[in-house]
């Protein structure tokens, strides 16, 4: 049963609930050790916290910044914040210098917590340039303090300061006088269009939220949570925070690269991902099936089928399966398809939220069909992550993005615009007041600024409405919808669709170089860098076959008629990228202006 009681004091109520229960499972920096911490020994460290930032000068609400990947100290920090009403400002652990240099001063933040020596170095260095800035924090012990710098100290003897509980009668002075319309949170936003923007989070946030998801997704303390987004993404954090309130079991994965052992050393029964998780387990699944035997091959189509009919074209629907196909479906289940989650490390699997971005229905009835639920969803930073998600157990439709929570009021505006209006919503954006009144319509409903409609109860998205392409022949393209069909190729990383203002639709794509290699050595192509492969005409003729196969389905004036191989990813670094590793169209549109005009040459 969930446990509903402010932020500030939740680990705590939780310890009296489940004392010695494992709360959460880690590793520490560079160790491949897999450890635990209980639920007492969660709120006993809290506690410790609370007291050392009273202890170093934090006041009620102000704010600090955590710069660090998932890790126990992060969370340590962040409710050791909430303890004594401060506000915690979570950066994305891959942010750049002058992102977290604009956060800080913007912020106005005097204590920077930072992870490891990535982290370190860039605060390090933007230190004299934000006289806000007093004291960095770090948690990773091995980390190299520069010579002579007397504003960082490690975690370990910051948590001396907090020792013995010296101020806990504040502590808890502090707790009775924690309310809702506090601050929890400041979450700067990626920023694909313009300059990033700190959005407030509330406590009421929180509790509405918490309360909301309670109805209708089925966690509870059984379960074992992979965290697998930053703890900065407001998806991770939001569902985080509510797997704690039911007493759920975390497993805290420090490095995104190492998902999937994780996954398969910790066995996971839940975990909230973005849809290019799924893709790429997509891609893998069908891979091995195309390169088994040819019965090997027909056994698994078939497998699939079977999987498609019962849990899509019944289940999905609210309809009972036919016995004779319910037993099928059980023979391949306990068979097939549990070797398939097995090698995932997915052999207790109860459900996976998943959003961020546009879902392939393709992608998400073959998860469905091999027995894994994918719980499509729909949110925002605004809007505390849940604005509507499928129910499990209930009818949902492949294409949609759920239902809306409840409490949560859902308007279509001009431009077939979501509106958004509810307890769950921000109340605005940090020091942008200007910001603020264009965010919201006169009777305050959010502007989501992302396009849909409802039907038969459930929510369909269609596109962000900045990112409709509009081609000179005067035809609307929405360029995430195009480009999910083609990232479940096994050979494309990433993609960029070309369209605005232009007479036909092209794009930049970024191969997946380890499987293009493979290719070309199979298939005698003699090359010497990535980018003589890209240019290669047998290349470029095998992946344009391809891209034709993927779009069929699309109106002729949505099909990429040209593309241009790049030899090398997008990145953050070279600002194409958001943190949360969305493109940001603009900067691409400059960066490789010659290759998109070569592609419209007559």
Request: hydrophobic share 35%.
């Amino acid at each position: 049963m969930q446990t509903r009681c402010h932020l500030s004091i939740l680990i705590h109520e939780q310890a009296k609930k489940y004392g010695e229960k494992v709360a959460m499972n880690y590793r520490d920096f560079g160790s491949l050790k897999w450890k635990t911490v209980s639920w007492n020994q969660f709120s006993d460290r809290v506690k410790q916290v609370s007291n050392a930032l009273l202890n170093i000068g934090v006041k009620v609400q102000e704010n600090i910044g955590v710069f660090a990947q998932n890790t126990v100290q992060y969370l340590y920090t962040d409710f050791g914040a909430f303890g004594i009403r401060a506000v915690s400002v979570p950066f994305y652990a891959t942010s750049s210098e002058q992102q977290i240099q604009y956060m800080i001063v913007d912020a106005n933040i005097r204590f920077l917590f930072v992870g490891e020596q990535e982290q370190y170095d860039k605060a390090h260095r933007v230190l004299p340039l934000c006289h806000c800035l007093e004291k960095i924090i770090v948690f990773d012990p091995s980390v190299r303090i520069a010579e002579g710098d007397p504003s960082t100290m490690y975690y370990d003897d910051f948590l001396k300061l907090g020792e013995g509980y010296p101020r806990q009668s504040e502590v808890e002075n502090l707790w009775s006088q924690a309310n809702e319309d506090d601050i929890a949170n400041i979450l700067y936003t990626s920023g694909t269009t313009g300059e990033s923007k700190g959005v407030l989070l509330h406590y009421g946030q929180y509790h509405a939220a918490f309360i909301a998801n309670d109805e209708n997704l089925p966690v509870g303390e059984n379960d074992r949570i992979m965290n697998f987004l930053p703890f900065t993404h407001i998806f991770e954090r939001g569902w985080m925070f509510l797997c704690l309130t039911e007493g759920a079991e975390l497993i805290v994965n420090t490095y995104p690269k190492e998902i999937q052992d994780s996954m398969k050393e910790m066995h996971p029964t839940c975990m909230c991902s973005v849809p290019r998780f799924w893709e790429k387990v997509y891609i893998g699944v069908t891979e091995k099936i195309e390169n088994s035997s040819a019965a090997q091959k027909a056994l698994m189509k078939k497998a699939l089928a079977v999987g498609r009919k019962h849990n899509i074209e019944y289940l999905s629907r609210g309809k009972r399966p036919p016995l004779w196909l319910h037993l099928e479906y059980e023979a391949f289940d306990k068979t097939l398809f549990s070797l398939v989650r097995k090698q995932l490390g997915l052999e207790k699997a109860n459900f996976f939220p998943t959003a961020g971005s546009y879902v392939s229905p393709q992608v998400e009835e073959f998860i469905h069909s091999i027995g894994i639920f994918m719980m499509v969803g729909y949110g925002l930073t605004e809007s505390l992550a849940t604005v509507s998600n499928d129910h499990k157990g209930e009818p949902f439709t492949v294409g949609s993005v759920g239902r809306p929570i409840n409490g949560l009021e859902i308007k279509i505006g001009e431009n077939d615009e979501i509106l958004l209006k509810g307890p769950t919503i921000t109340r605005g954006y940090y020091k942008r007041d200007n910001l603020n009144k264009e965010a919201f319509t006169e009777d305050g409903f959010f502007r989501t600024g992302d396009a849909g409609y409802l039907k038969d109860g459930e929510l369909y998205l269609k596109e962000r409405i900045k990112e409709l392409y509009k081609t000179s022949n005067g035809k609307f393209i929405a360029p995430q919808m195009i480009e999910s069909k083609l990232l479940v190729d096994k050979y494309i990383e990433q993609i960029a669709v070309v369209a605005d203002q232009r007479k036909f639709v092209s794009a930049l794509i970024v191969p997946a170089f380890a499987e293009l290699d493979n290719y070309a050595k199979d298939n005698d192509i003699e090359f010497a860098t990535h980018e003589e492969l890209c240019k290669d005409p047998r290349i470029v003729k095998m992946l344009s076959e391809r891209i034709d196969t993927l779009q069929q389905q699309l109106a002729n004036y949505e099909k990429i008629k040209r593309f241009t191989l790049l030899p090398k990813p997008f990145t953050m670094e070279a600002g194409e990228l958001t943190n949360t590793l969305k493109i940001k169209r603009a900067v691409l549109n400059k960066n490789y202006a010659e290759q998109i005009e070569e592609m419209y040459k007559e």
